[in-house]
Each structure stands twice: as C-alpha cells, then as structure tokens.
C-alpha cells in the first residue's frame, strides 16, 4: 500500500502548509478563534468577514479567494460535504438542492516557506442536479471562474463513479484549468463499497488527480464532543480534508501564476517517487483524507 | 398530532410522494391505494368527496386540475374544514413554486416527476410542522415591526434597483422586514411560501433558484436570489437572466447595503416578541396573533417575556404550550365566528359556519384552566390575544382594544402596494 501510494503523491502534503495540528498551537489557536463562536463555527453574511475579529496584535492574514464547483449525481453528498466542510449540521436525510446555494467557509493556515499567515476563504458552488438538468443556465454560472472543481462519487454506488469518467473527459477540455479533486463520500459505509481500491488507483493514474475520502457522519461520542462545545473537536474532524484541500488550492495558483516549478504539465502531476508521502506516517485508517 | 400526506396522480393513482409528521411510520402502499381509492370511486359516481371523521382523525381530499390529488390525514381538533383546505392549498402551490404548474398538469412521465417533486419537500415539511410563525394558517405573510423598516427601505429599493427588478424583499428569521411594493402586491400565499423557503435555505449561504409564482407566473419561472448579509438576514429580488448571483455578491451586495451594518444588526437582534420594546404590553399578555386581512400580513409571538412581578408571572406557560393554545383559539374563531382570509384566486364550498351568523362577529373570548383569550375583528384587522389566567375577565376587552390601536398604526401595516396591477 505504501509503495503505491508513494508512486501517486501528487505533492508531498504539508510541503507548504502547516499540517501537523496547527489549530492547536497556541498561535494556530489564536487564528481559529477568528473562525469559531462558543466552539463552533461562526457564520458569516455576506457583509462580514473574520479578519476584523483577528486580534490586532497578530499579524492580519492575507484573504485568498477561491470559488470551487461541485459536481456529481444527485444524493451522493455533495451538500452535506458542504455542510461538515462549513461546520454546520449535516442534514439526516437527502434534500434535493432547488438552484445554486453557494456556502463560504474560512480557514487559516500557516504557510510553511515564508511563515506569513493566510486566510483562504472557500466558497463552494453546490446545485441540485434535477435542477441543473431543467435549466441551463445552473452549470455554466457555478463553472464560471472556479478555480477548483471538486466531483464526487459515492463509495455505495457504483454508477456515481461511472459517471465521472463521462464528466471527466467533458470537463477536461475547457480551456481554463481549474483544479481537479475527486471526493468519495460516504466513506463510513466502506464494508459495503462498490468500488475497489484498484480501480481508484487505477483512475488516479489515468486522470492524475487527487481523490479524498470523506464521511460526512459523526459517531454518537463526537455528537456529544461537539454539543459539549469542545472548540476543537469540530476542527479537528475536518483539518486534515480542509488543509489538504487549501494546500492543494494554494499550490496550484502557485504553479499557474508560476511561482513554483513543475517538471511538465500545469497539472499537479508530477509524481516524485523519492519522497514519502507526508501522510503515511499517520494511521491511515484513521485518517479521512488519506490516498490511494 | 401525527399527519399523513399522500400526493397521487389523479389518473391512475400512482403514488408521487409521501410526507409525514411526527414519529410514525409512512403510510404502507395498500392504505394509499385505499384513500385513494375512496376518492376515486366517488369521483367516478359524480361525488366530491371532500372530507371525513373517523374517531379520532380527519381525512381531506383534494383534487388539483384533474391531475394531482392529495390527501391529508390529521387529527381532528375540531375546527372547520377551511383550516385543513388551507394547508393542502398551500402545499399544492409549494409545488407549483418549485415545478411549474405546466409540470403539474400535464405529467409525462412519472419516473422524472418523483425526481422534481424532491426539491419541494423542505417547504412541504415545515408547512406540516408546528411552528411559532402563524403566516401559513392565515395565509398571509409574517411580519417584524422594528424601528428599522423605514431605514431598510432605501438601501433595499437600491439594491433592488441595481439588479433591474421591481421585486424584492428582505427577512430576517423567516419574518418580512421590509419589501418593495411590488413584492407586497403579491398574494398572502406566495409572499408566505416564499419568506418559508427563504426560511429553509442554509444559513450563511448565497442561492439562485428558480422559482414560479403559484399566482403571478405559474408558468414562467423567475430567477430568486437569496443572499445571506448577515446570518438570518436575507435580502432577495427576482430577477430574469441578469444579474447573475455572482455580480449580485460581489458588485451589488457592497454599494446597498455598507453602511446600514448597525440597522441590520439591530433587526438581527430583534426582540422575541416581534415588536420593538417601546411599545408597552400589558404584563398580563402571553402572546399573540395580529392579521391584516387585506394586506395579508401576520405579525405574532408567544414568546413575550415574563414580566417581573406581572401577572403572568403566576402560572407561567411554557411557549409551545402558549402556541398550541392560540393555535386552537385562531382555528375555532376564524372560520367558526370570523371570516378566514384567504387568497382571492380559491375557490372553496361556501357552508362555513360564520356566514350562519345573523350578523358579523366582531368580539370573543376564552377562559381555560390556565389561559384566558381574546379575538377582535375591526377595521380590517384580527386580533388573538393570550393572557395568563390571572387576568381579570373585565380587563381583557380594553387591554385587547388598546393595544390593537397601538400596533395598528404602525408602519409595517401602511399599504405599500402598488395599485395598477
């Protein structure tokens, strides 16, 4: 497992974001409390935006703005990725999205080469997919400008992961070159997949993206860790999905705007197979957004 | 109180959906099949069948265009049918909202409809559940009276403006602050099916979705924005292809809205009983319900704060306890004593048993074991009221007149509608 993972590390993780539970230094502390209220994420409006609750001895972060596109079949996750990604209650029963509902979350981070802080604020661009089909205009305005396109399949249907291989050779010749992550939800329900673990590999390697996995659901005792307001418990669950995902979108502007080399493609695809993937040390069954 | 809801197409009764509230189980496919049937089978013998009792629930039916039937199946409390029709008008329009009537009336293919219909359901299921706003029974829209409406006025005509439509609004916790006088031209119905969808959308998020008014457009679906300013307050415009949601945020949102942050904050914070703390409320008031049945605009609470060596302070009710009680008093009153308000376009059997009456009512009261209420109808106004049982019977006629005068002139019931169409 280790060695194809090792073949398939699209970049070393952690290369130029702080990973390693930065949330939970005293500095790391000291940013999220800009992101959190009475433990648990803060909402903000359109006209709001955490950098006024920065305290003023800190160095101010610098907004990075990212709008991402999420695409995939009807009741695979897509909204409830959303939800858990945001911090906010994750629905128990599938509800059909009737347009666009776009959700903004911030996330601080660490940048590792010039120790100067930054404040990504995601925006993702979730619509139902009944309704994309009805009417036209739905797809074209989420695409529009995205720097990310985030597709999802579902581990307990197999004709989710089918379809992307459709979505993926349609979207793959546009001009713009958006950042392309594949997210498997409902990661939990693993014992009943329909997809092996060869055929990610295997989709990987043919379309070089990075496939995260996810569980959109909490055990009973992290219910009650976040009811009991534990600031961190939250945060923890979704750091490493949430960091891997800034990494991955600071990154590629990087290599766009060229200030980071790769060896040939503007994709992030440059597999080195000498470095070990920053992950592996951790356990990966514990860790959600491990890779293949 | 458990409710069933059962959507079928009215040829051929396959089932569309079903809705429940409460912890039951949906209804098997063979009970469906029956209340369908039922229905059916007087339809084809030249019947309407409209409603029946059973000991302890109520069943309607409803049959829309000749092409979708619902059925609801309720406990009976008693109160007039009209209340259950209401419900079930709402609930059909709720899918108007969202499908389309052209969708609705001619059904091509179930398979594809079942899929549409999904995108209802969060407006569907708030409709079954109990809820502290009391737009949906009178069909009208929930209001808040705070000092701010006239100070949101501008920036929401600007806003509106900017995004080349005449129709907007702005919430704030499911409640209609302030409006362009378009939006107040619309009917109770889709002013209230809209501030609950508007209720049900995530909160903090931007969304552009399109929508048919049950009224106004049922054909020709309208692009609605709906844009979180702060968490809770939304402001939303229709509009056609432009502005995309996008430009809305990042190039409309900024000019109208920057420098009324205190004015928004403030409705954020709105107090719980829905009206500014000046106006004094008699220590002895729970809550109540105040309909403008010509505007249709609902202002309520039953969350007003026990005053401190009040009266109230006595026997204290719990707050759904004070909604399920008003709840019941508005359900037996209207329809019972006074006229419902209900939009213009339904066309329901007349036989409610207000019309009965030798002449207009205009008073009632109520006296339980631990709640005393009140109901005036005067001036194009409805009035619940729900005083703690310590109130003394003689005082609750002038509390209720005194503080009907004082609500009444408030700014949020002048008529802002446009007259034309």
Redesign the interface.
């Known amino acids: 497992m280790d060695d194809d993972r090792s073949k398939w590390c699209f970049h070393t993780l952690g290369t130029y974001i702080n990973h390693d539970d930065w949330h939970k230094t005293p500095e790391g502390k000291d940013y999220f409390a800009s992101i959190l209220r009475h433990g648990k994420r803060r909402v903000f409006g359109c006209l709001e935006s955490p950098l006024t609750l920065v305290p003023s001895h800190l160095e101010q972060p610098k907004i990075m703005k990212y709008k991402l596109c999420l695409v995939g079949k009807t009741g695979v996750g897509k909204s409830s990725t959303v939800a858990k990604l945001c911090g906010q209650r994750v629905p128990t029963t599938h509800v059909e999205t009737p347009g666009i509902i776009t959700s903004v979350t911030y996330w601080p981070a660490k940048l590792k080469h010039s120790g100067k802080h930054v404040m990504f604020r995601l925006q993702f661009w979730d619509a139902g997919h009944a309704v994309q089909r009805k009417f036209d205009h739905i797809h074209p305005a989420c695409r529009e400008k995205a720097q990310a396109v985030l597709y999802f399949f579902s581990f307990i249907d197999r004709s989710s992961f089918e379809d992307l291989r459709t979505q993926f050779s349609k979207s793959l010749s546009n001009e713009d070159t958006p950042l392309l992550v594949v997210i498997g939800t409902k990661y939990d329900q693993y014992n009943r997949s329909e997809i092996t673990s060869r055929e990610l590999l295997d989709f990987q390697k043919q379309w070089q993206v990075p496939i995260l996995k996810l569980k959109n659901v909490l055990k009973p005792t992290e219910t009650n860790a976040l009811l009991a307001g534990d600031s961190c418990a939250e945060i923890d669950d979704v750091a490493p999905v949430m960091n891997t995902l800034v990494e991955y979108l600071w990154i590629h502007d990087q290599v766009l705007s060229g200030n980071i080399e790769l060896s040939s493609s503007p994709k992030l695809n440059t597999s080195r197979e000498e470095e070990t993937h920053s992950a592996s040390d951790r356990d990966s069954d514990e860790d959600e957004a491990t890779y293949v | 109180m458990a409710v069933h809801l059962v959507c079928l197409t009215n040829e051929g009764g396959v089932p569309l959906f079903t809705r429940t509230k409460g912890d039951v189980k949906s209804l098997a496919f063979a009970e469906q099949g029956m209340l369908y049937g039922v229905q059916m089978f007087a339809q084809n013998h030249g019947v309407k069948l409209e409603s029946t009792t059973t000991e302890e629930a109520k069943v309607i039916w409803q049959v829309f265009h000749d092409s979708v039937t619902l059925v609801l199946v309720t406990s009976n409390d008693g109160s007039c049918d009209i209340h259950y029709k209401t419900l079930i008008n709402h609930i059909f329009h709720a899918m108007v909202m ?1 499908i389309g009537l052209e969708t609705l009336v001619s059904i091509r293919t179930v398979e594809k409809l079942r ?2 219909i ?2 209802c ?2 407006v569907i299921d708030t409709l079954l559940q109990d809820t502290d706003l009391y737009g949906a029974l009178s069909s009208s829209v929930d209001v808040l009276v705070s000092a701010e409406n006239t100070t949101l006025q501008e920036p929401l005509e600007a806003f509106v403006t900017s995004a080349e439509s005449t129709f907007g609004c702005l919430h704030a916790d499911g409640k209609l602050v302030v409006a362009t006088s378009n939006w107040w031209a619309l009917s109770g119905q889709e002013m209230m099916l809209v501030a609950k ?1 508007i209720q049900s ?10 929508i048919y008014l049950p009224h106004a457009s049922p054909k020709d ?1 309208h ?2 924005l709906s ?5 809770g ?1 939304v402001v939303s415009v229709l509009c056609y ?1 432009n502005p ?3 430009e809305a ?1 990042e190039q409309l ?2 000019p109208a ?2 420098l009324h ?1 205190e004015a ?1 904050r403030a409705i954020q914070r709105a107090p719980s009983s829905n009206i500014p703390r000046t106006i004094p409320l008699d220590a002895g008031i729970l809550g109540y319900v105040l309909l403008n049945t010509d505007q249709h605009k609902c202002l309520s609470s039953v969350r007003l704060p026990l005053i401190a060596g009040g009266a109230a302070e006595l026997k204290p009710l719990p707050p759904y306890a004070r909604r399920e009680i008003l709840t019941a008093f508005y359900r037996t009153v209207v329809g019972g004593l006074f006229p419902p308000s209900l939009s213009p376009e339904r066309q329901d059997s007349s036989g409610e048993a207000y019309k009965c009456l030798p002449h207009s009512a205009e008073e009632t009261y109520m006296c339980g074991d631990d709640f005393k209420t009140y109901a005036l109808n005067s001036g194009g106004f409805q009035f619940f009221v729900l005083f703690s049982s310590a109130v003394p019977q003689y005082a609750m006629r002038s509390v209720t007149k005194n503080l009907l005068g004082t609500l009444s002139k408030e700014k949020i019931f002048v008529d802002r509608r446009t007259k034309s169409s």
Do not use: C, M, N
Request: aromatic share 10%; hydrophobic share 40%; no cysteine.
């Open positions: 969202f899929r549409e999904k995108v359901y969060p969808f959308l995530p909160i903090g998020t931007s969304s552009d979705v399109p679906p692009r609605l844009i979180h300013l702060q968490p307050v292809a995309t949601l996008a945020e949102i900024e809205w920057r942050h928004l």
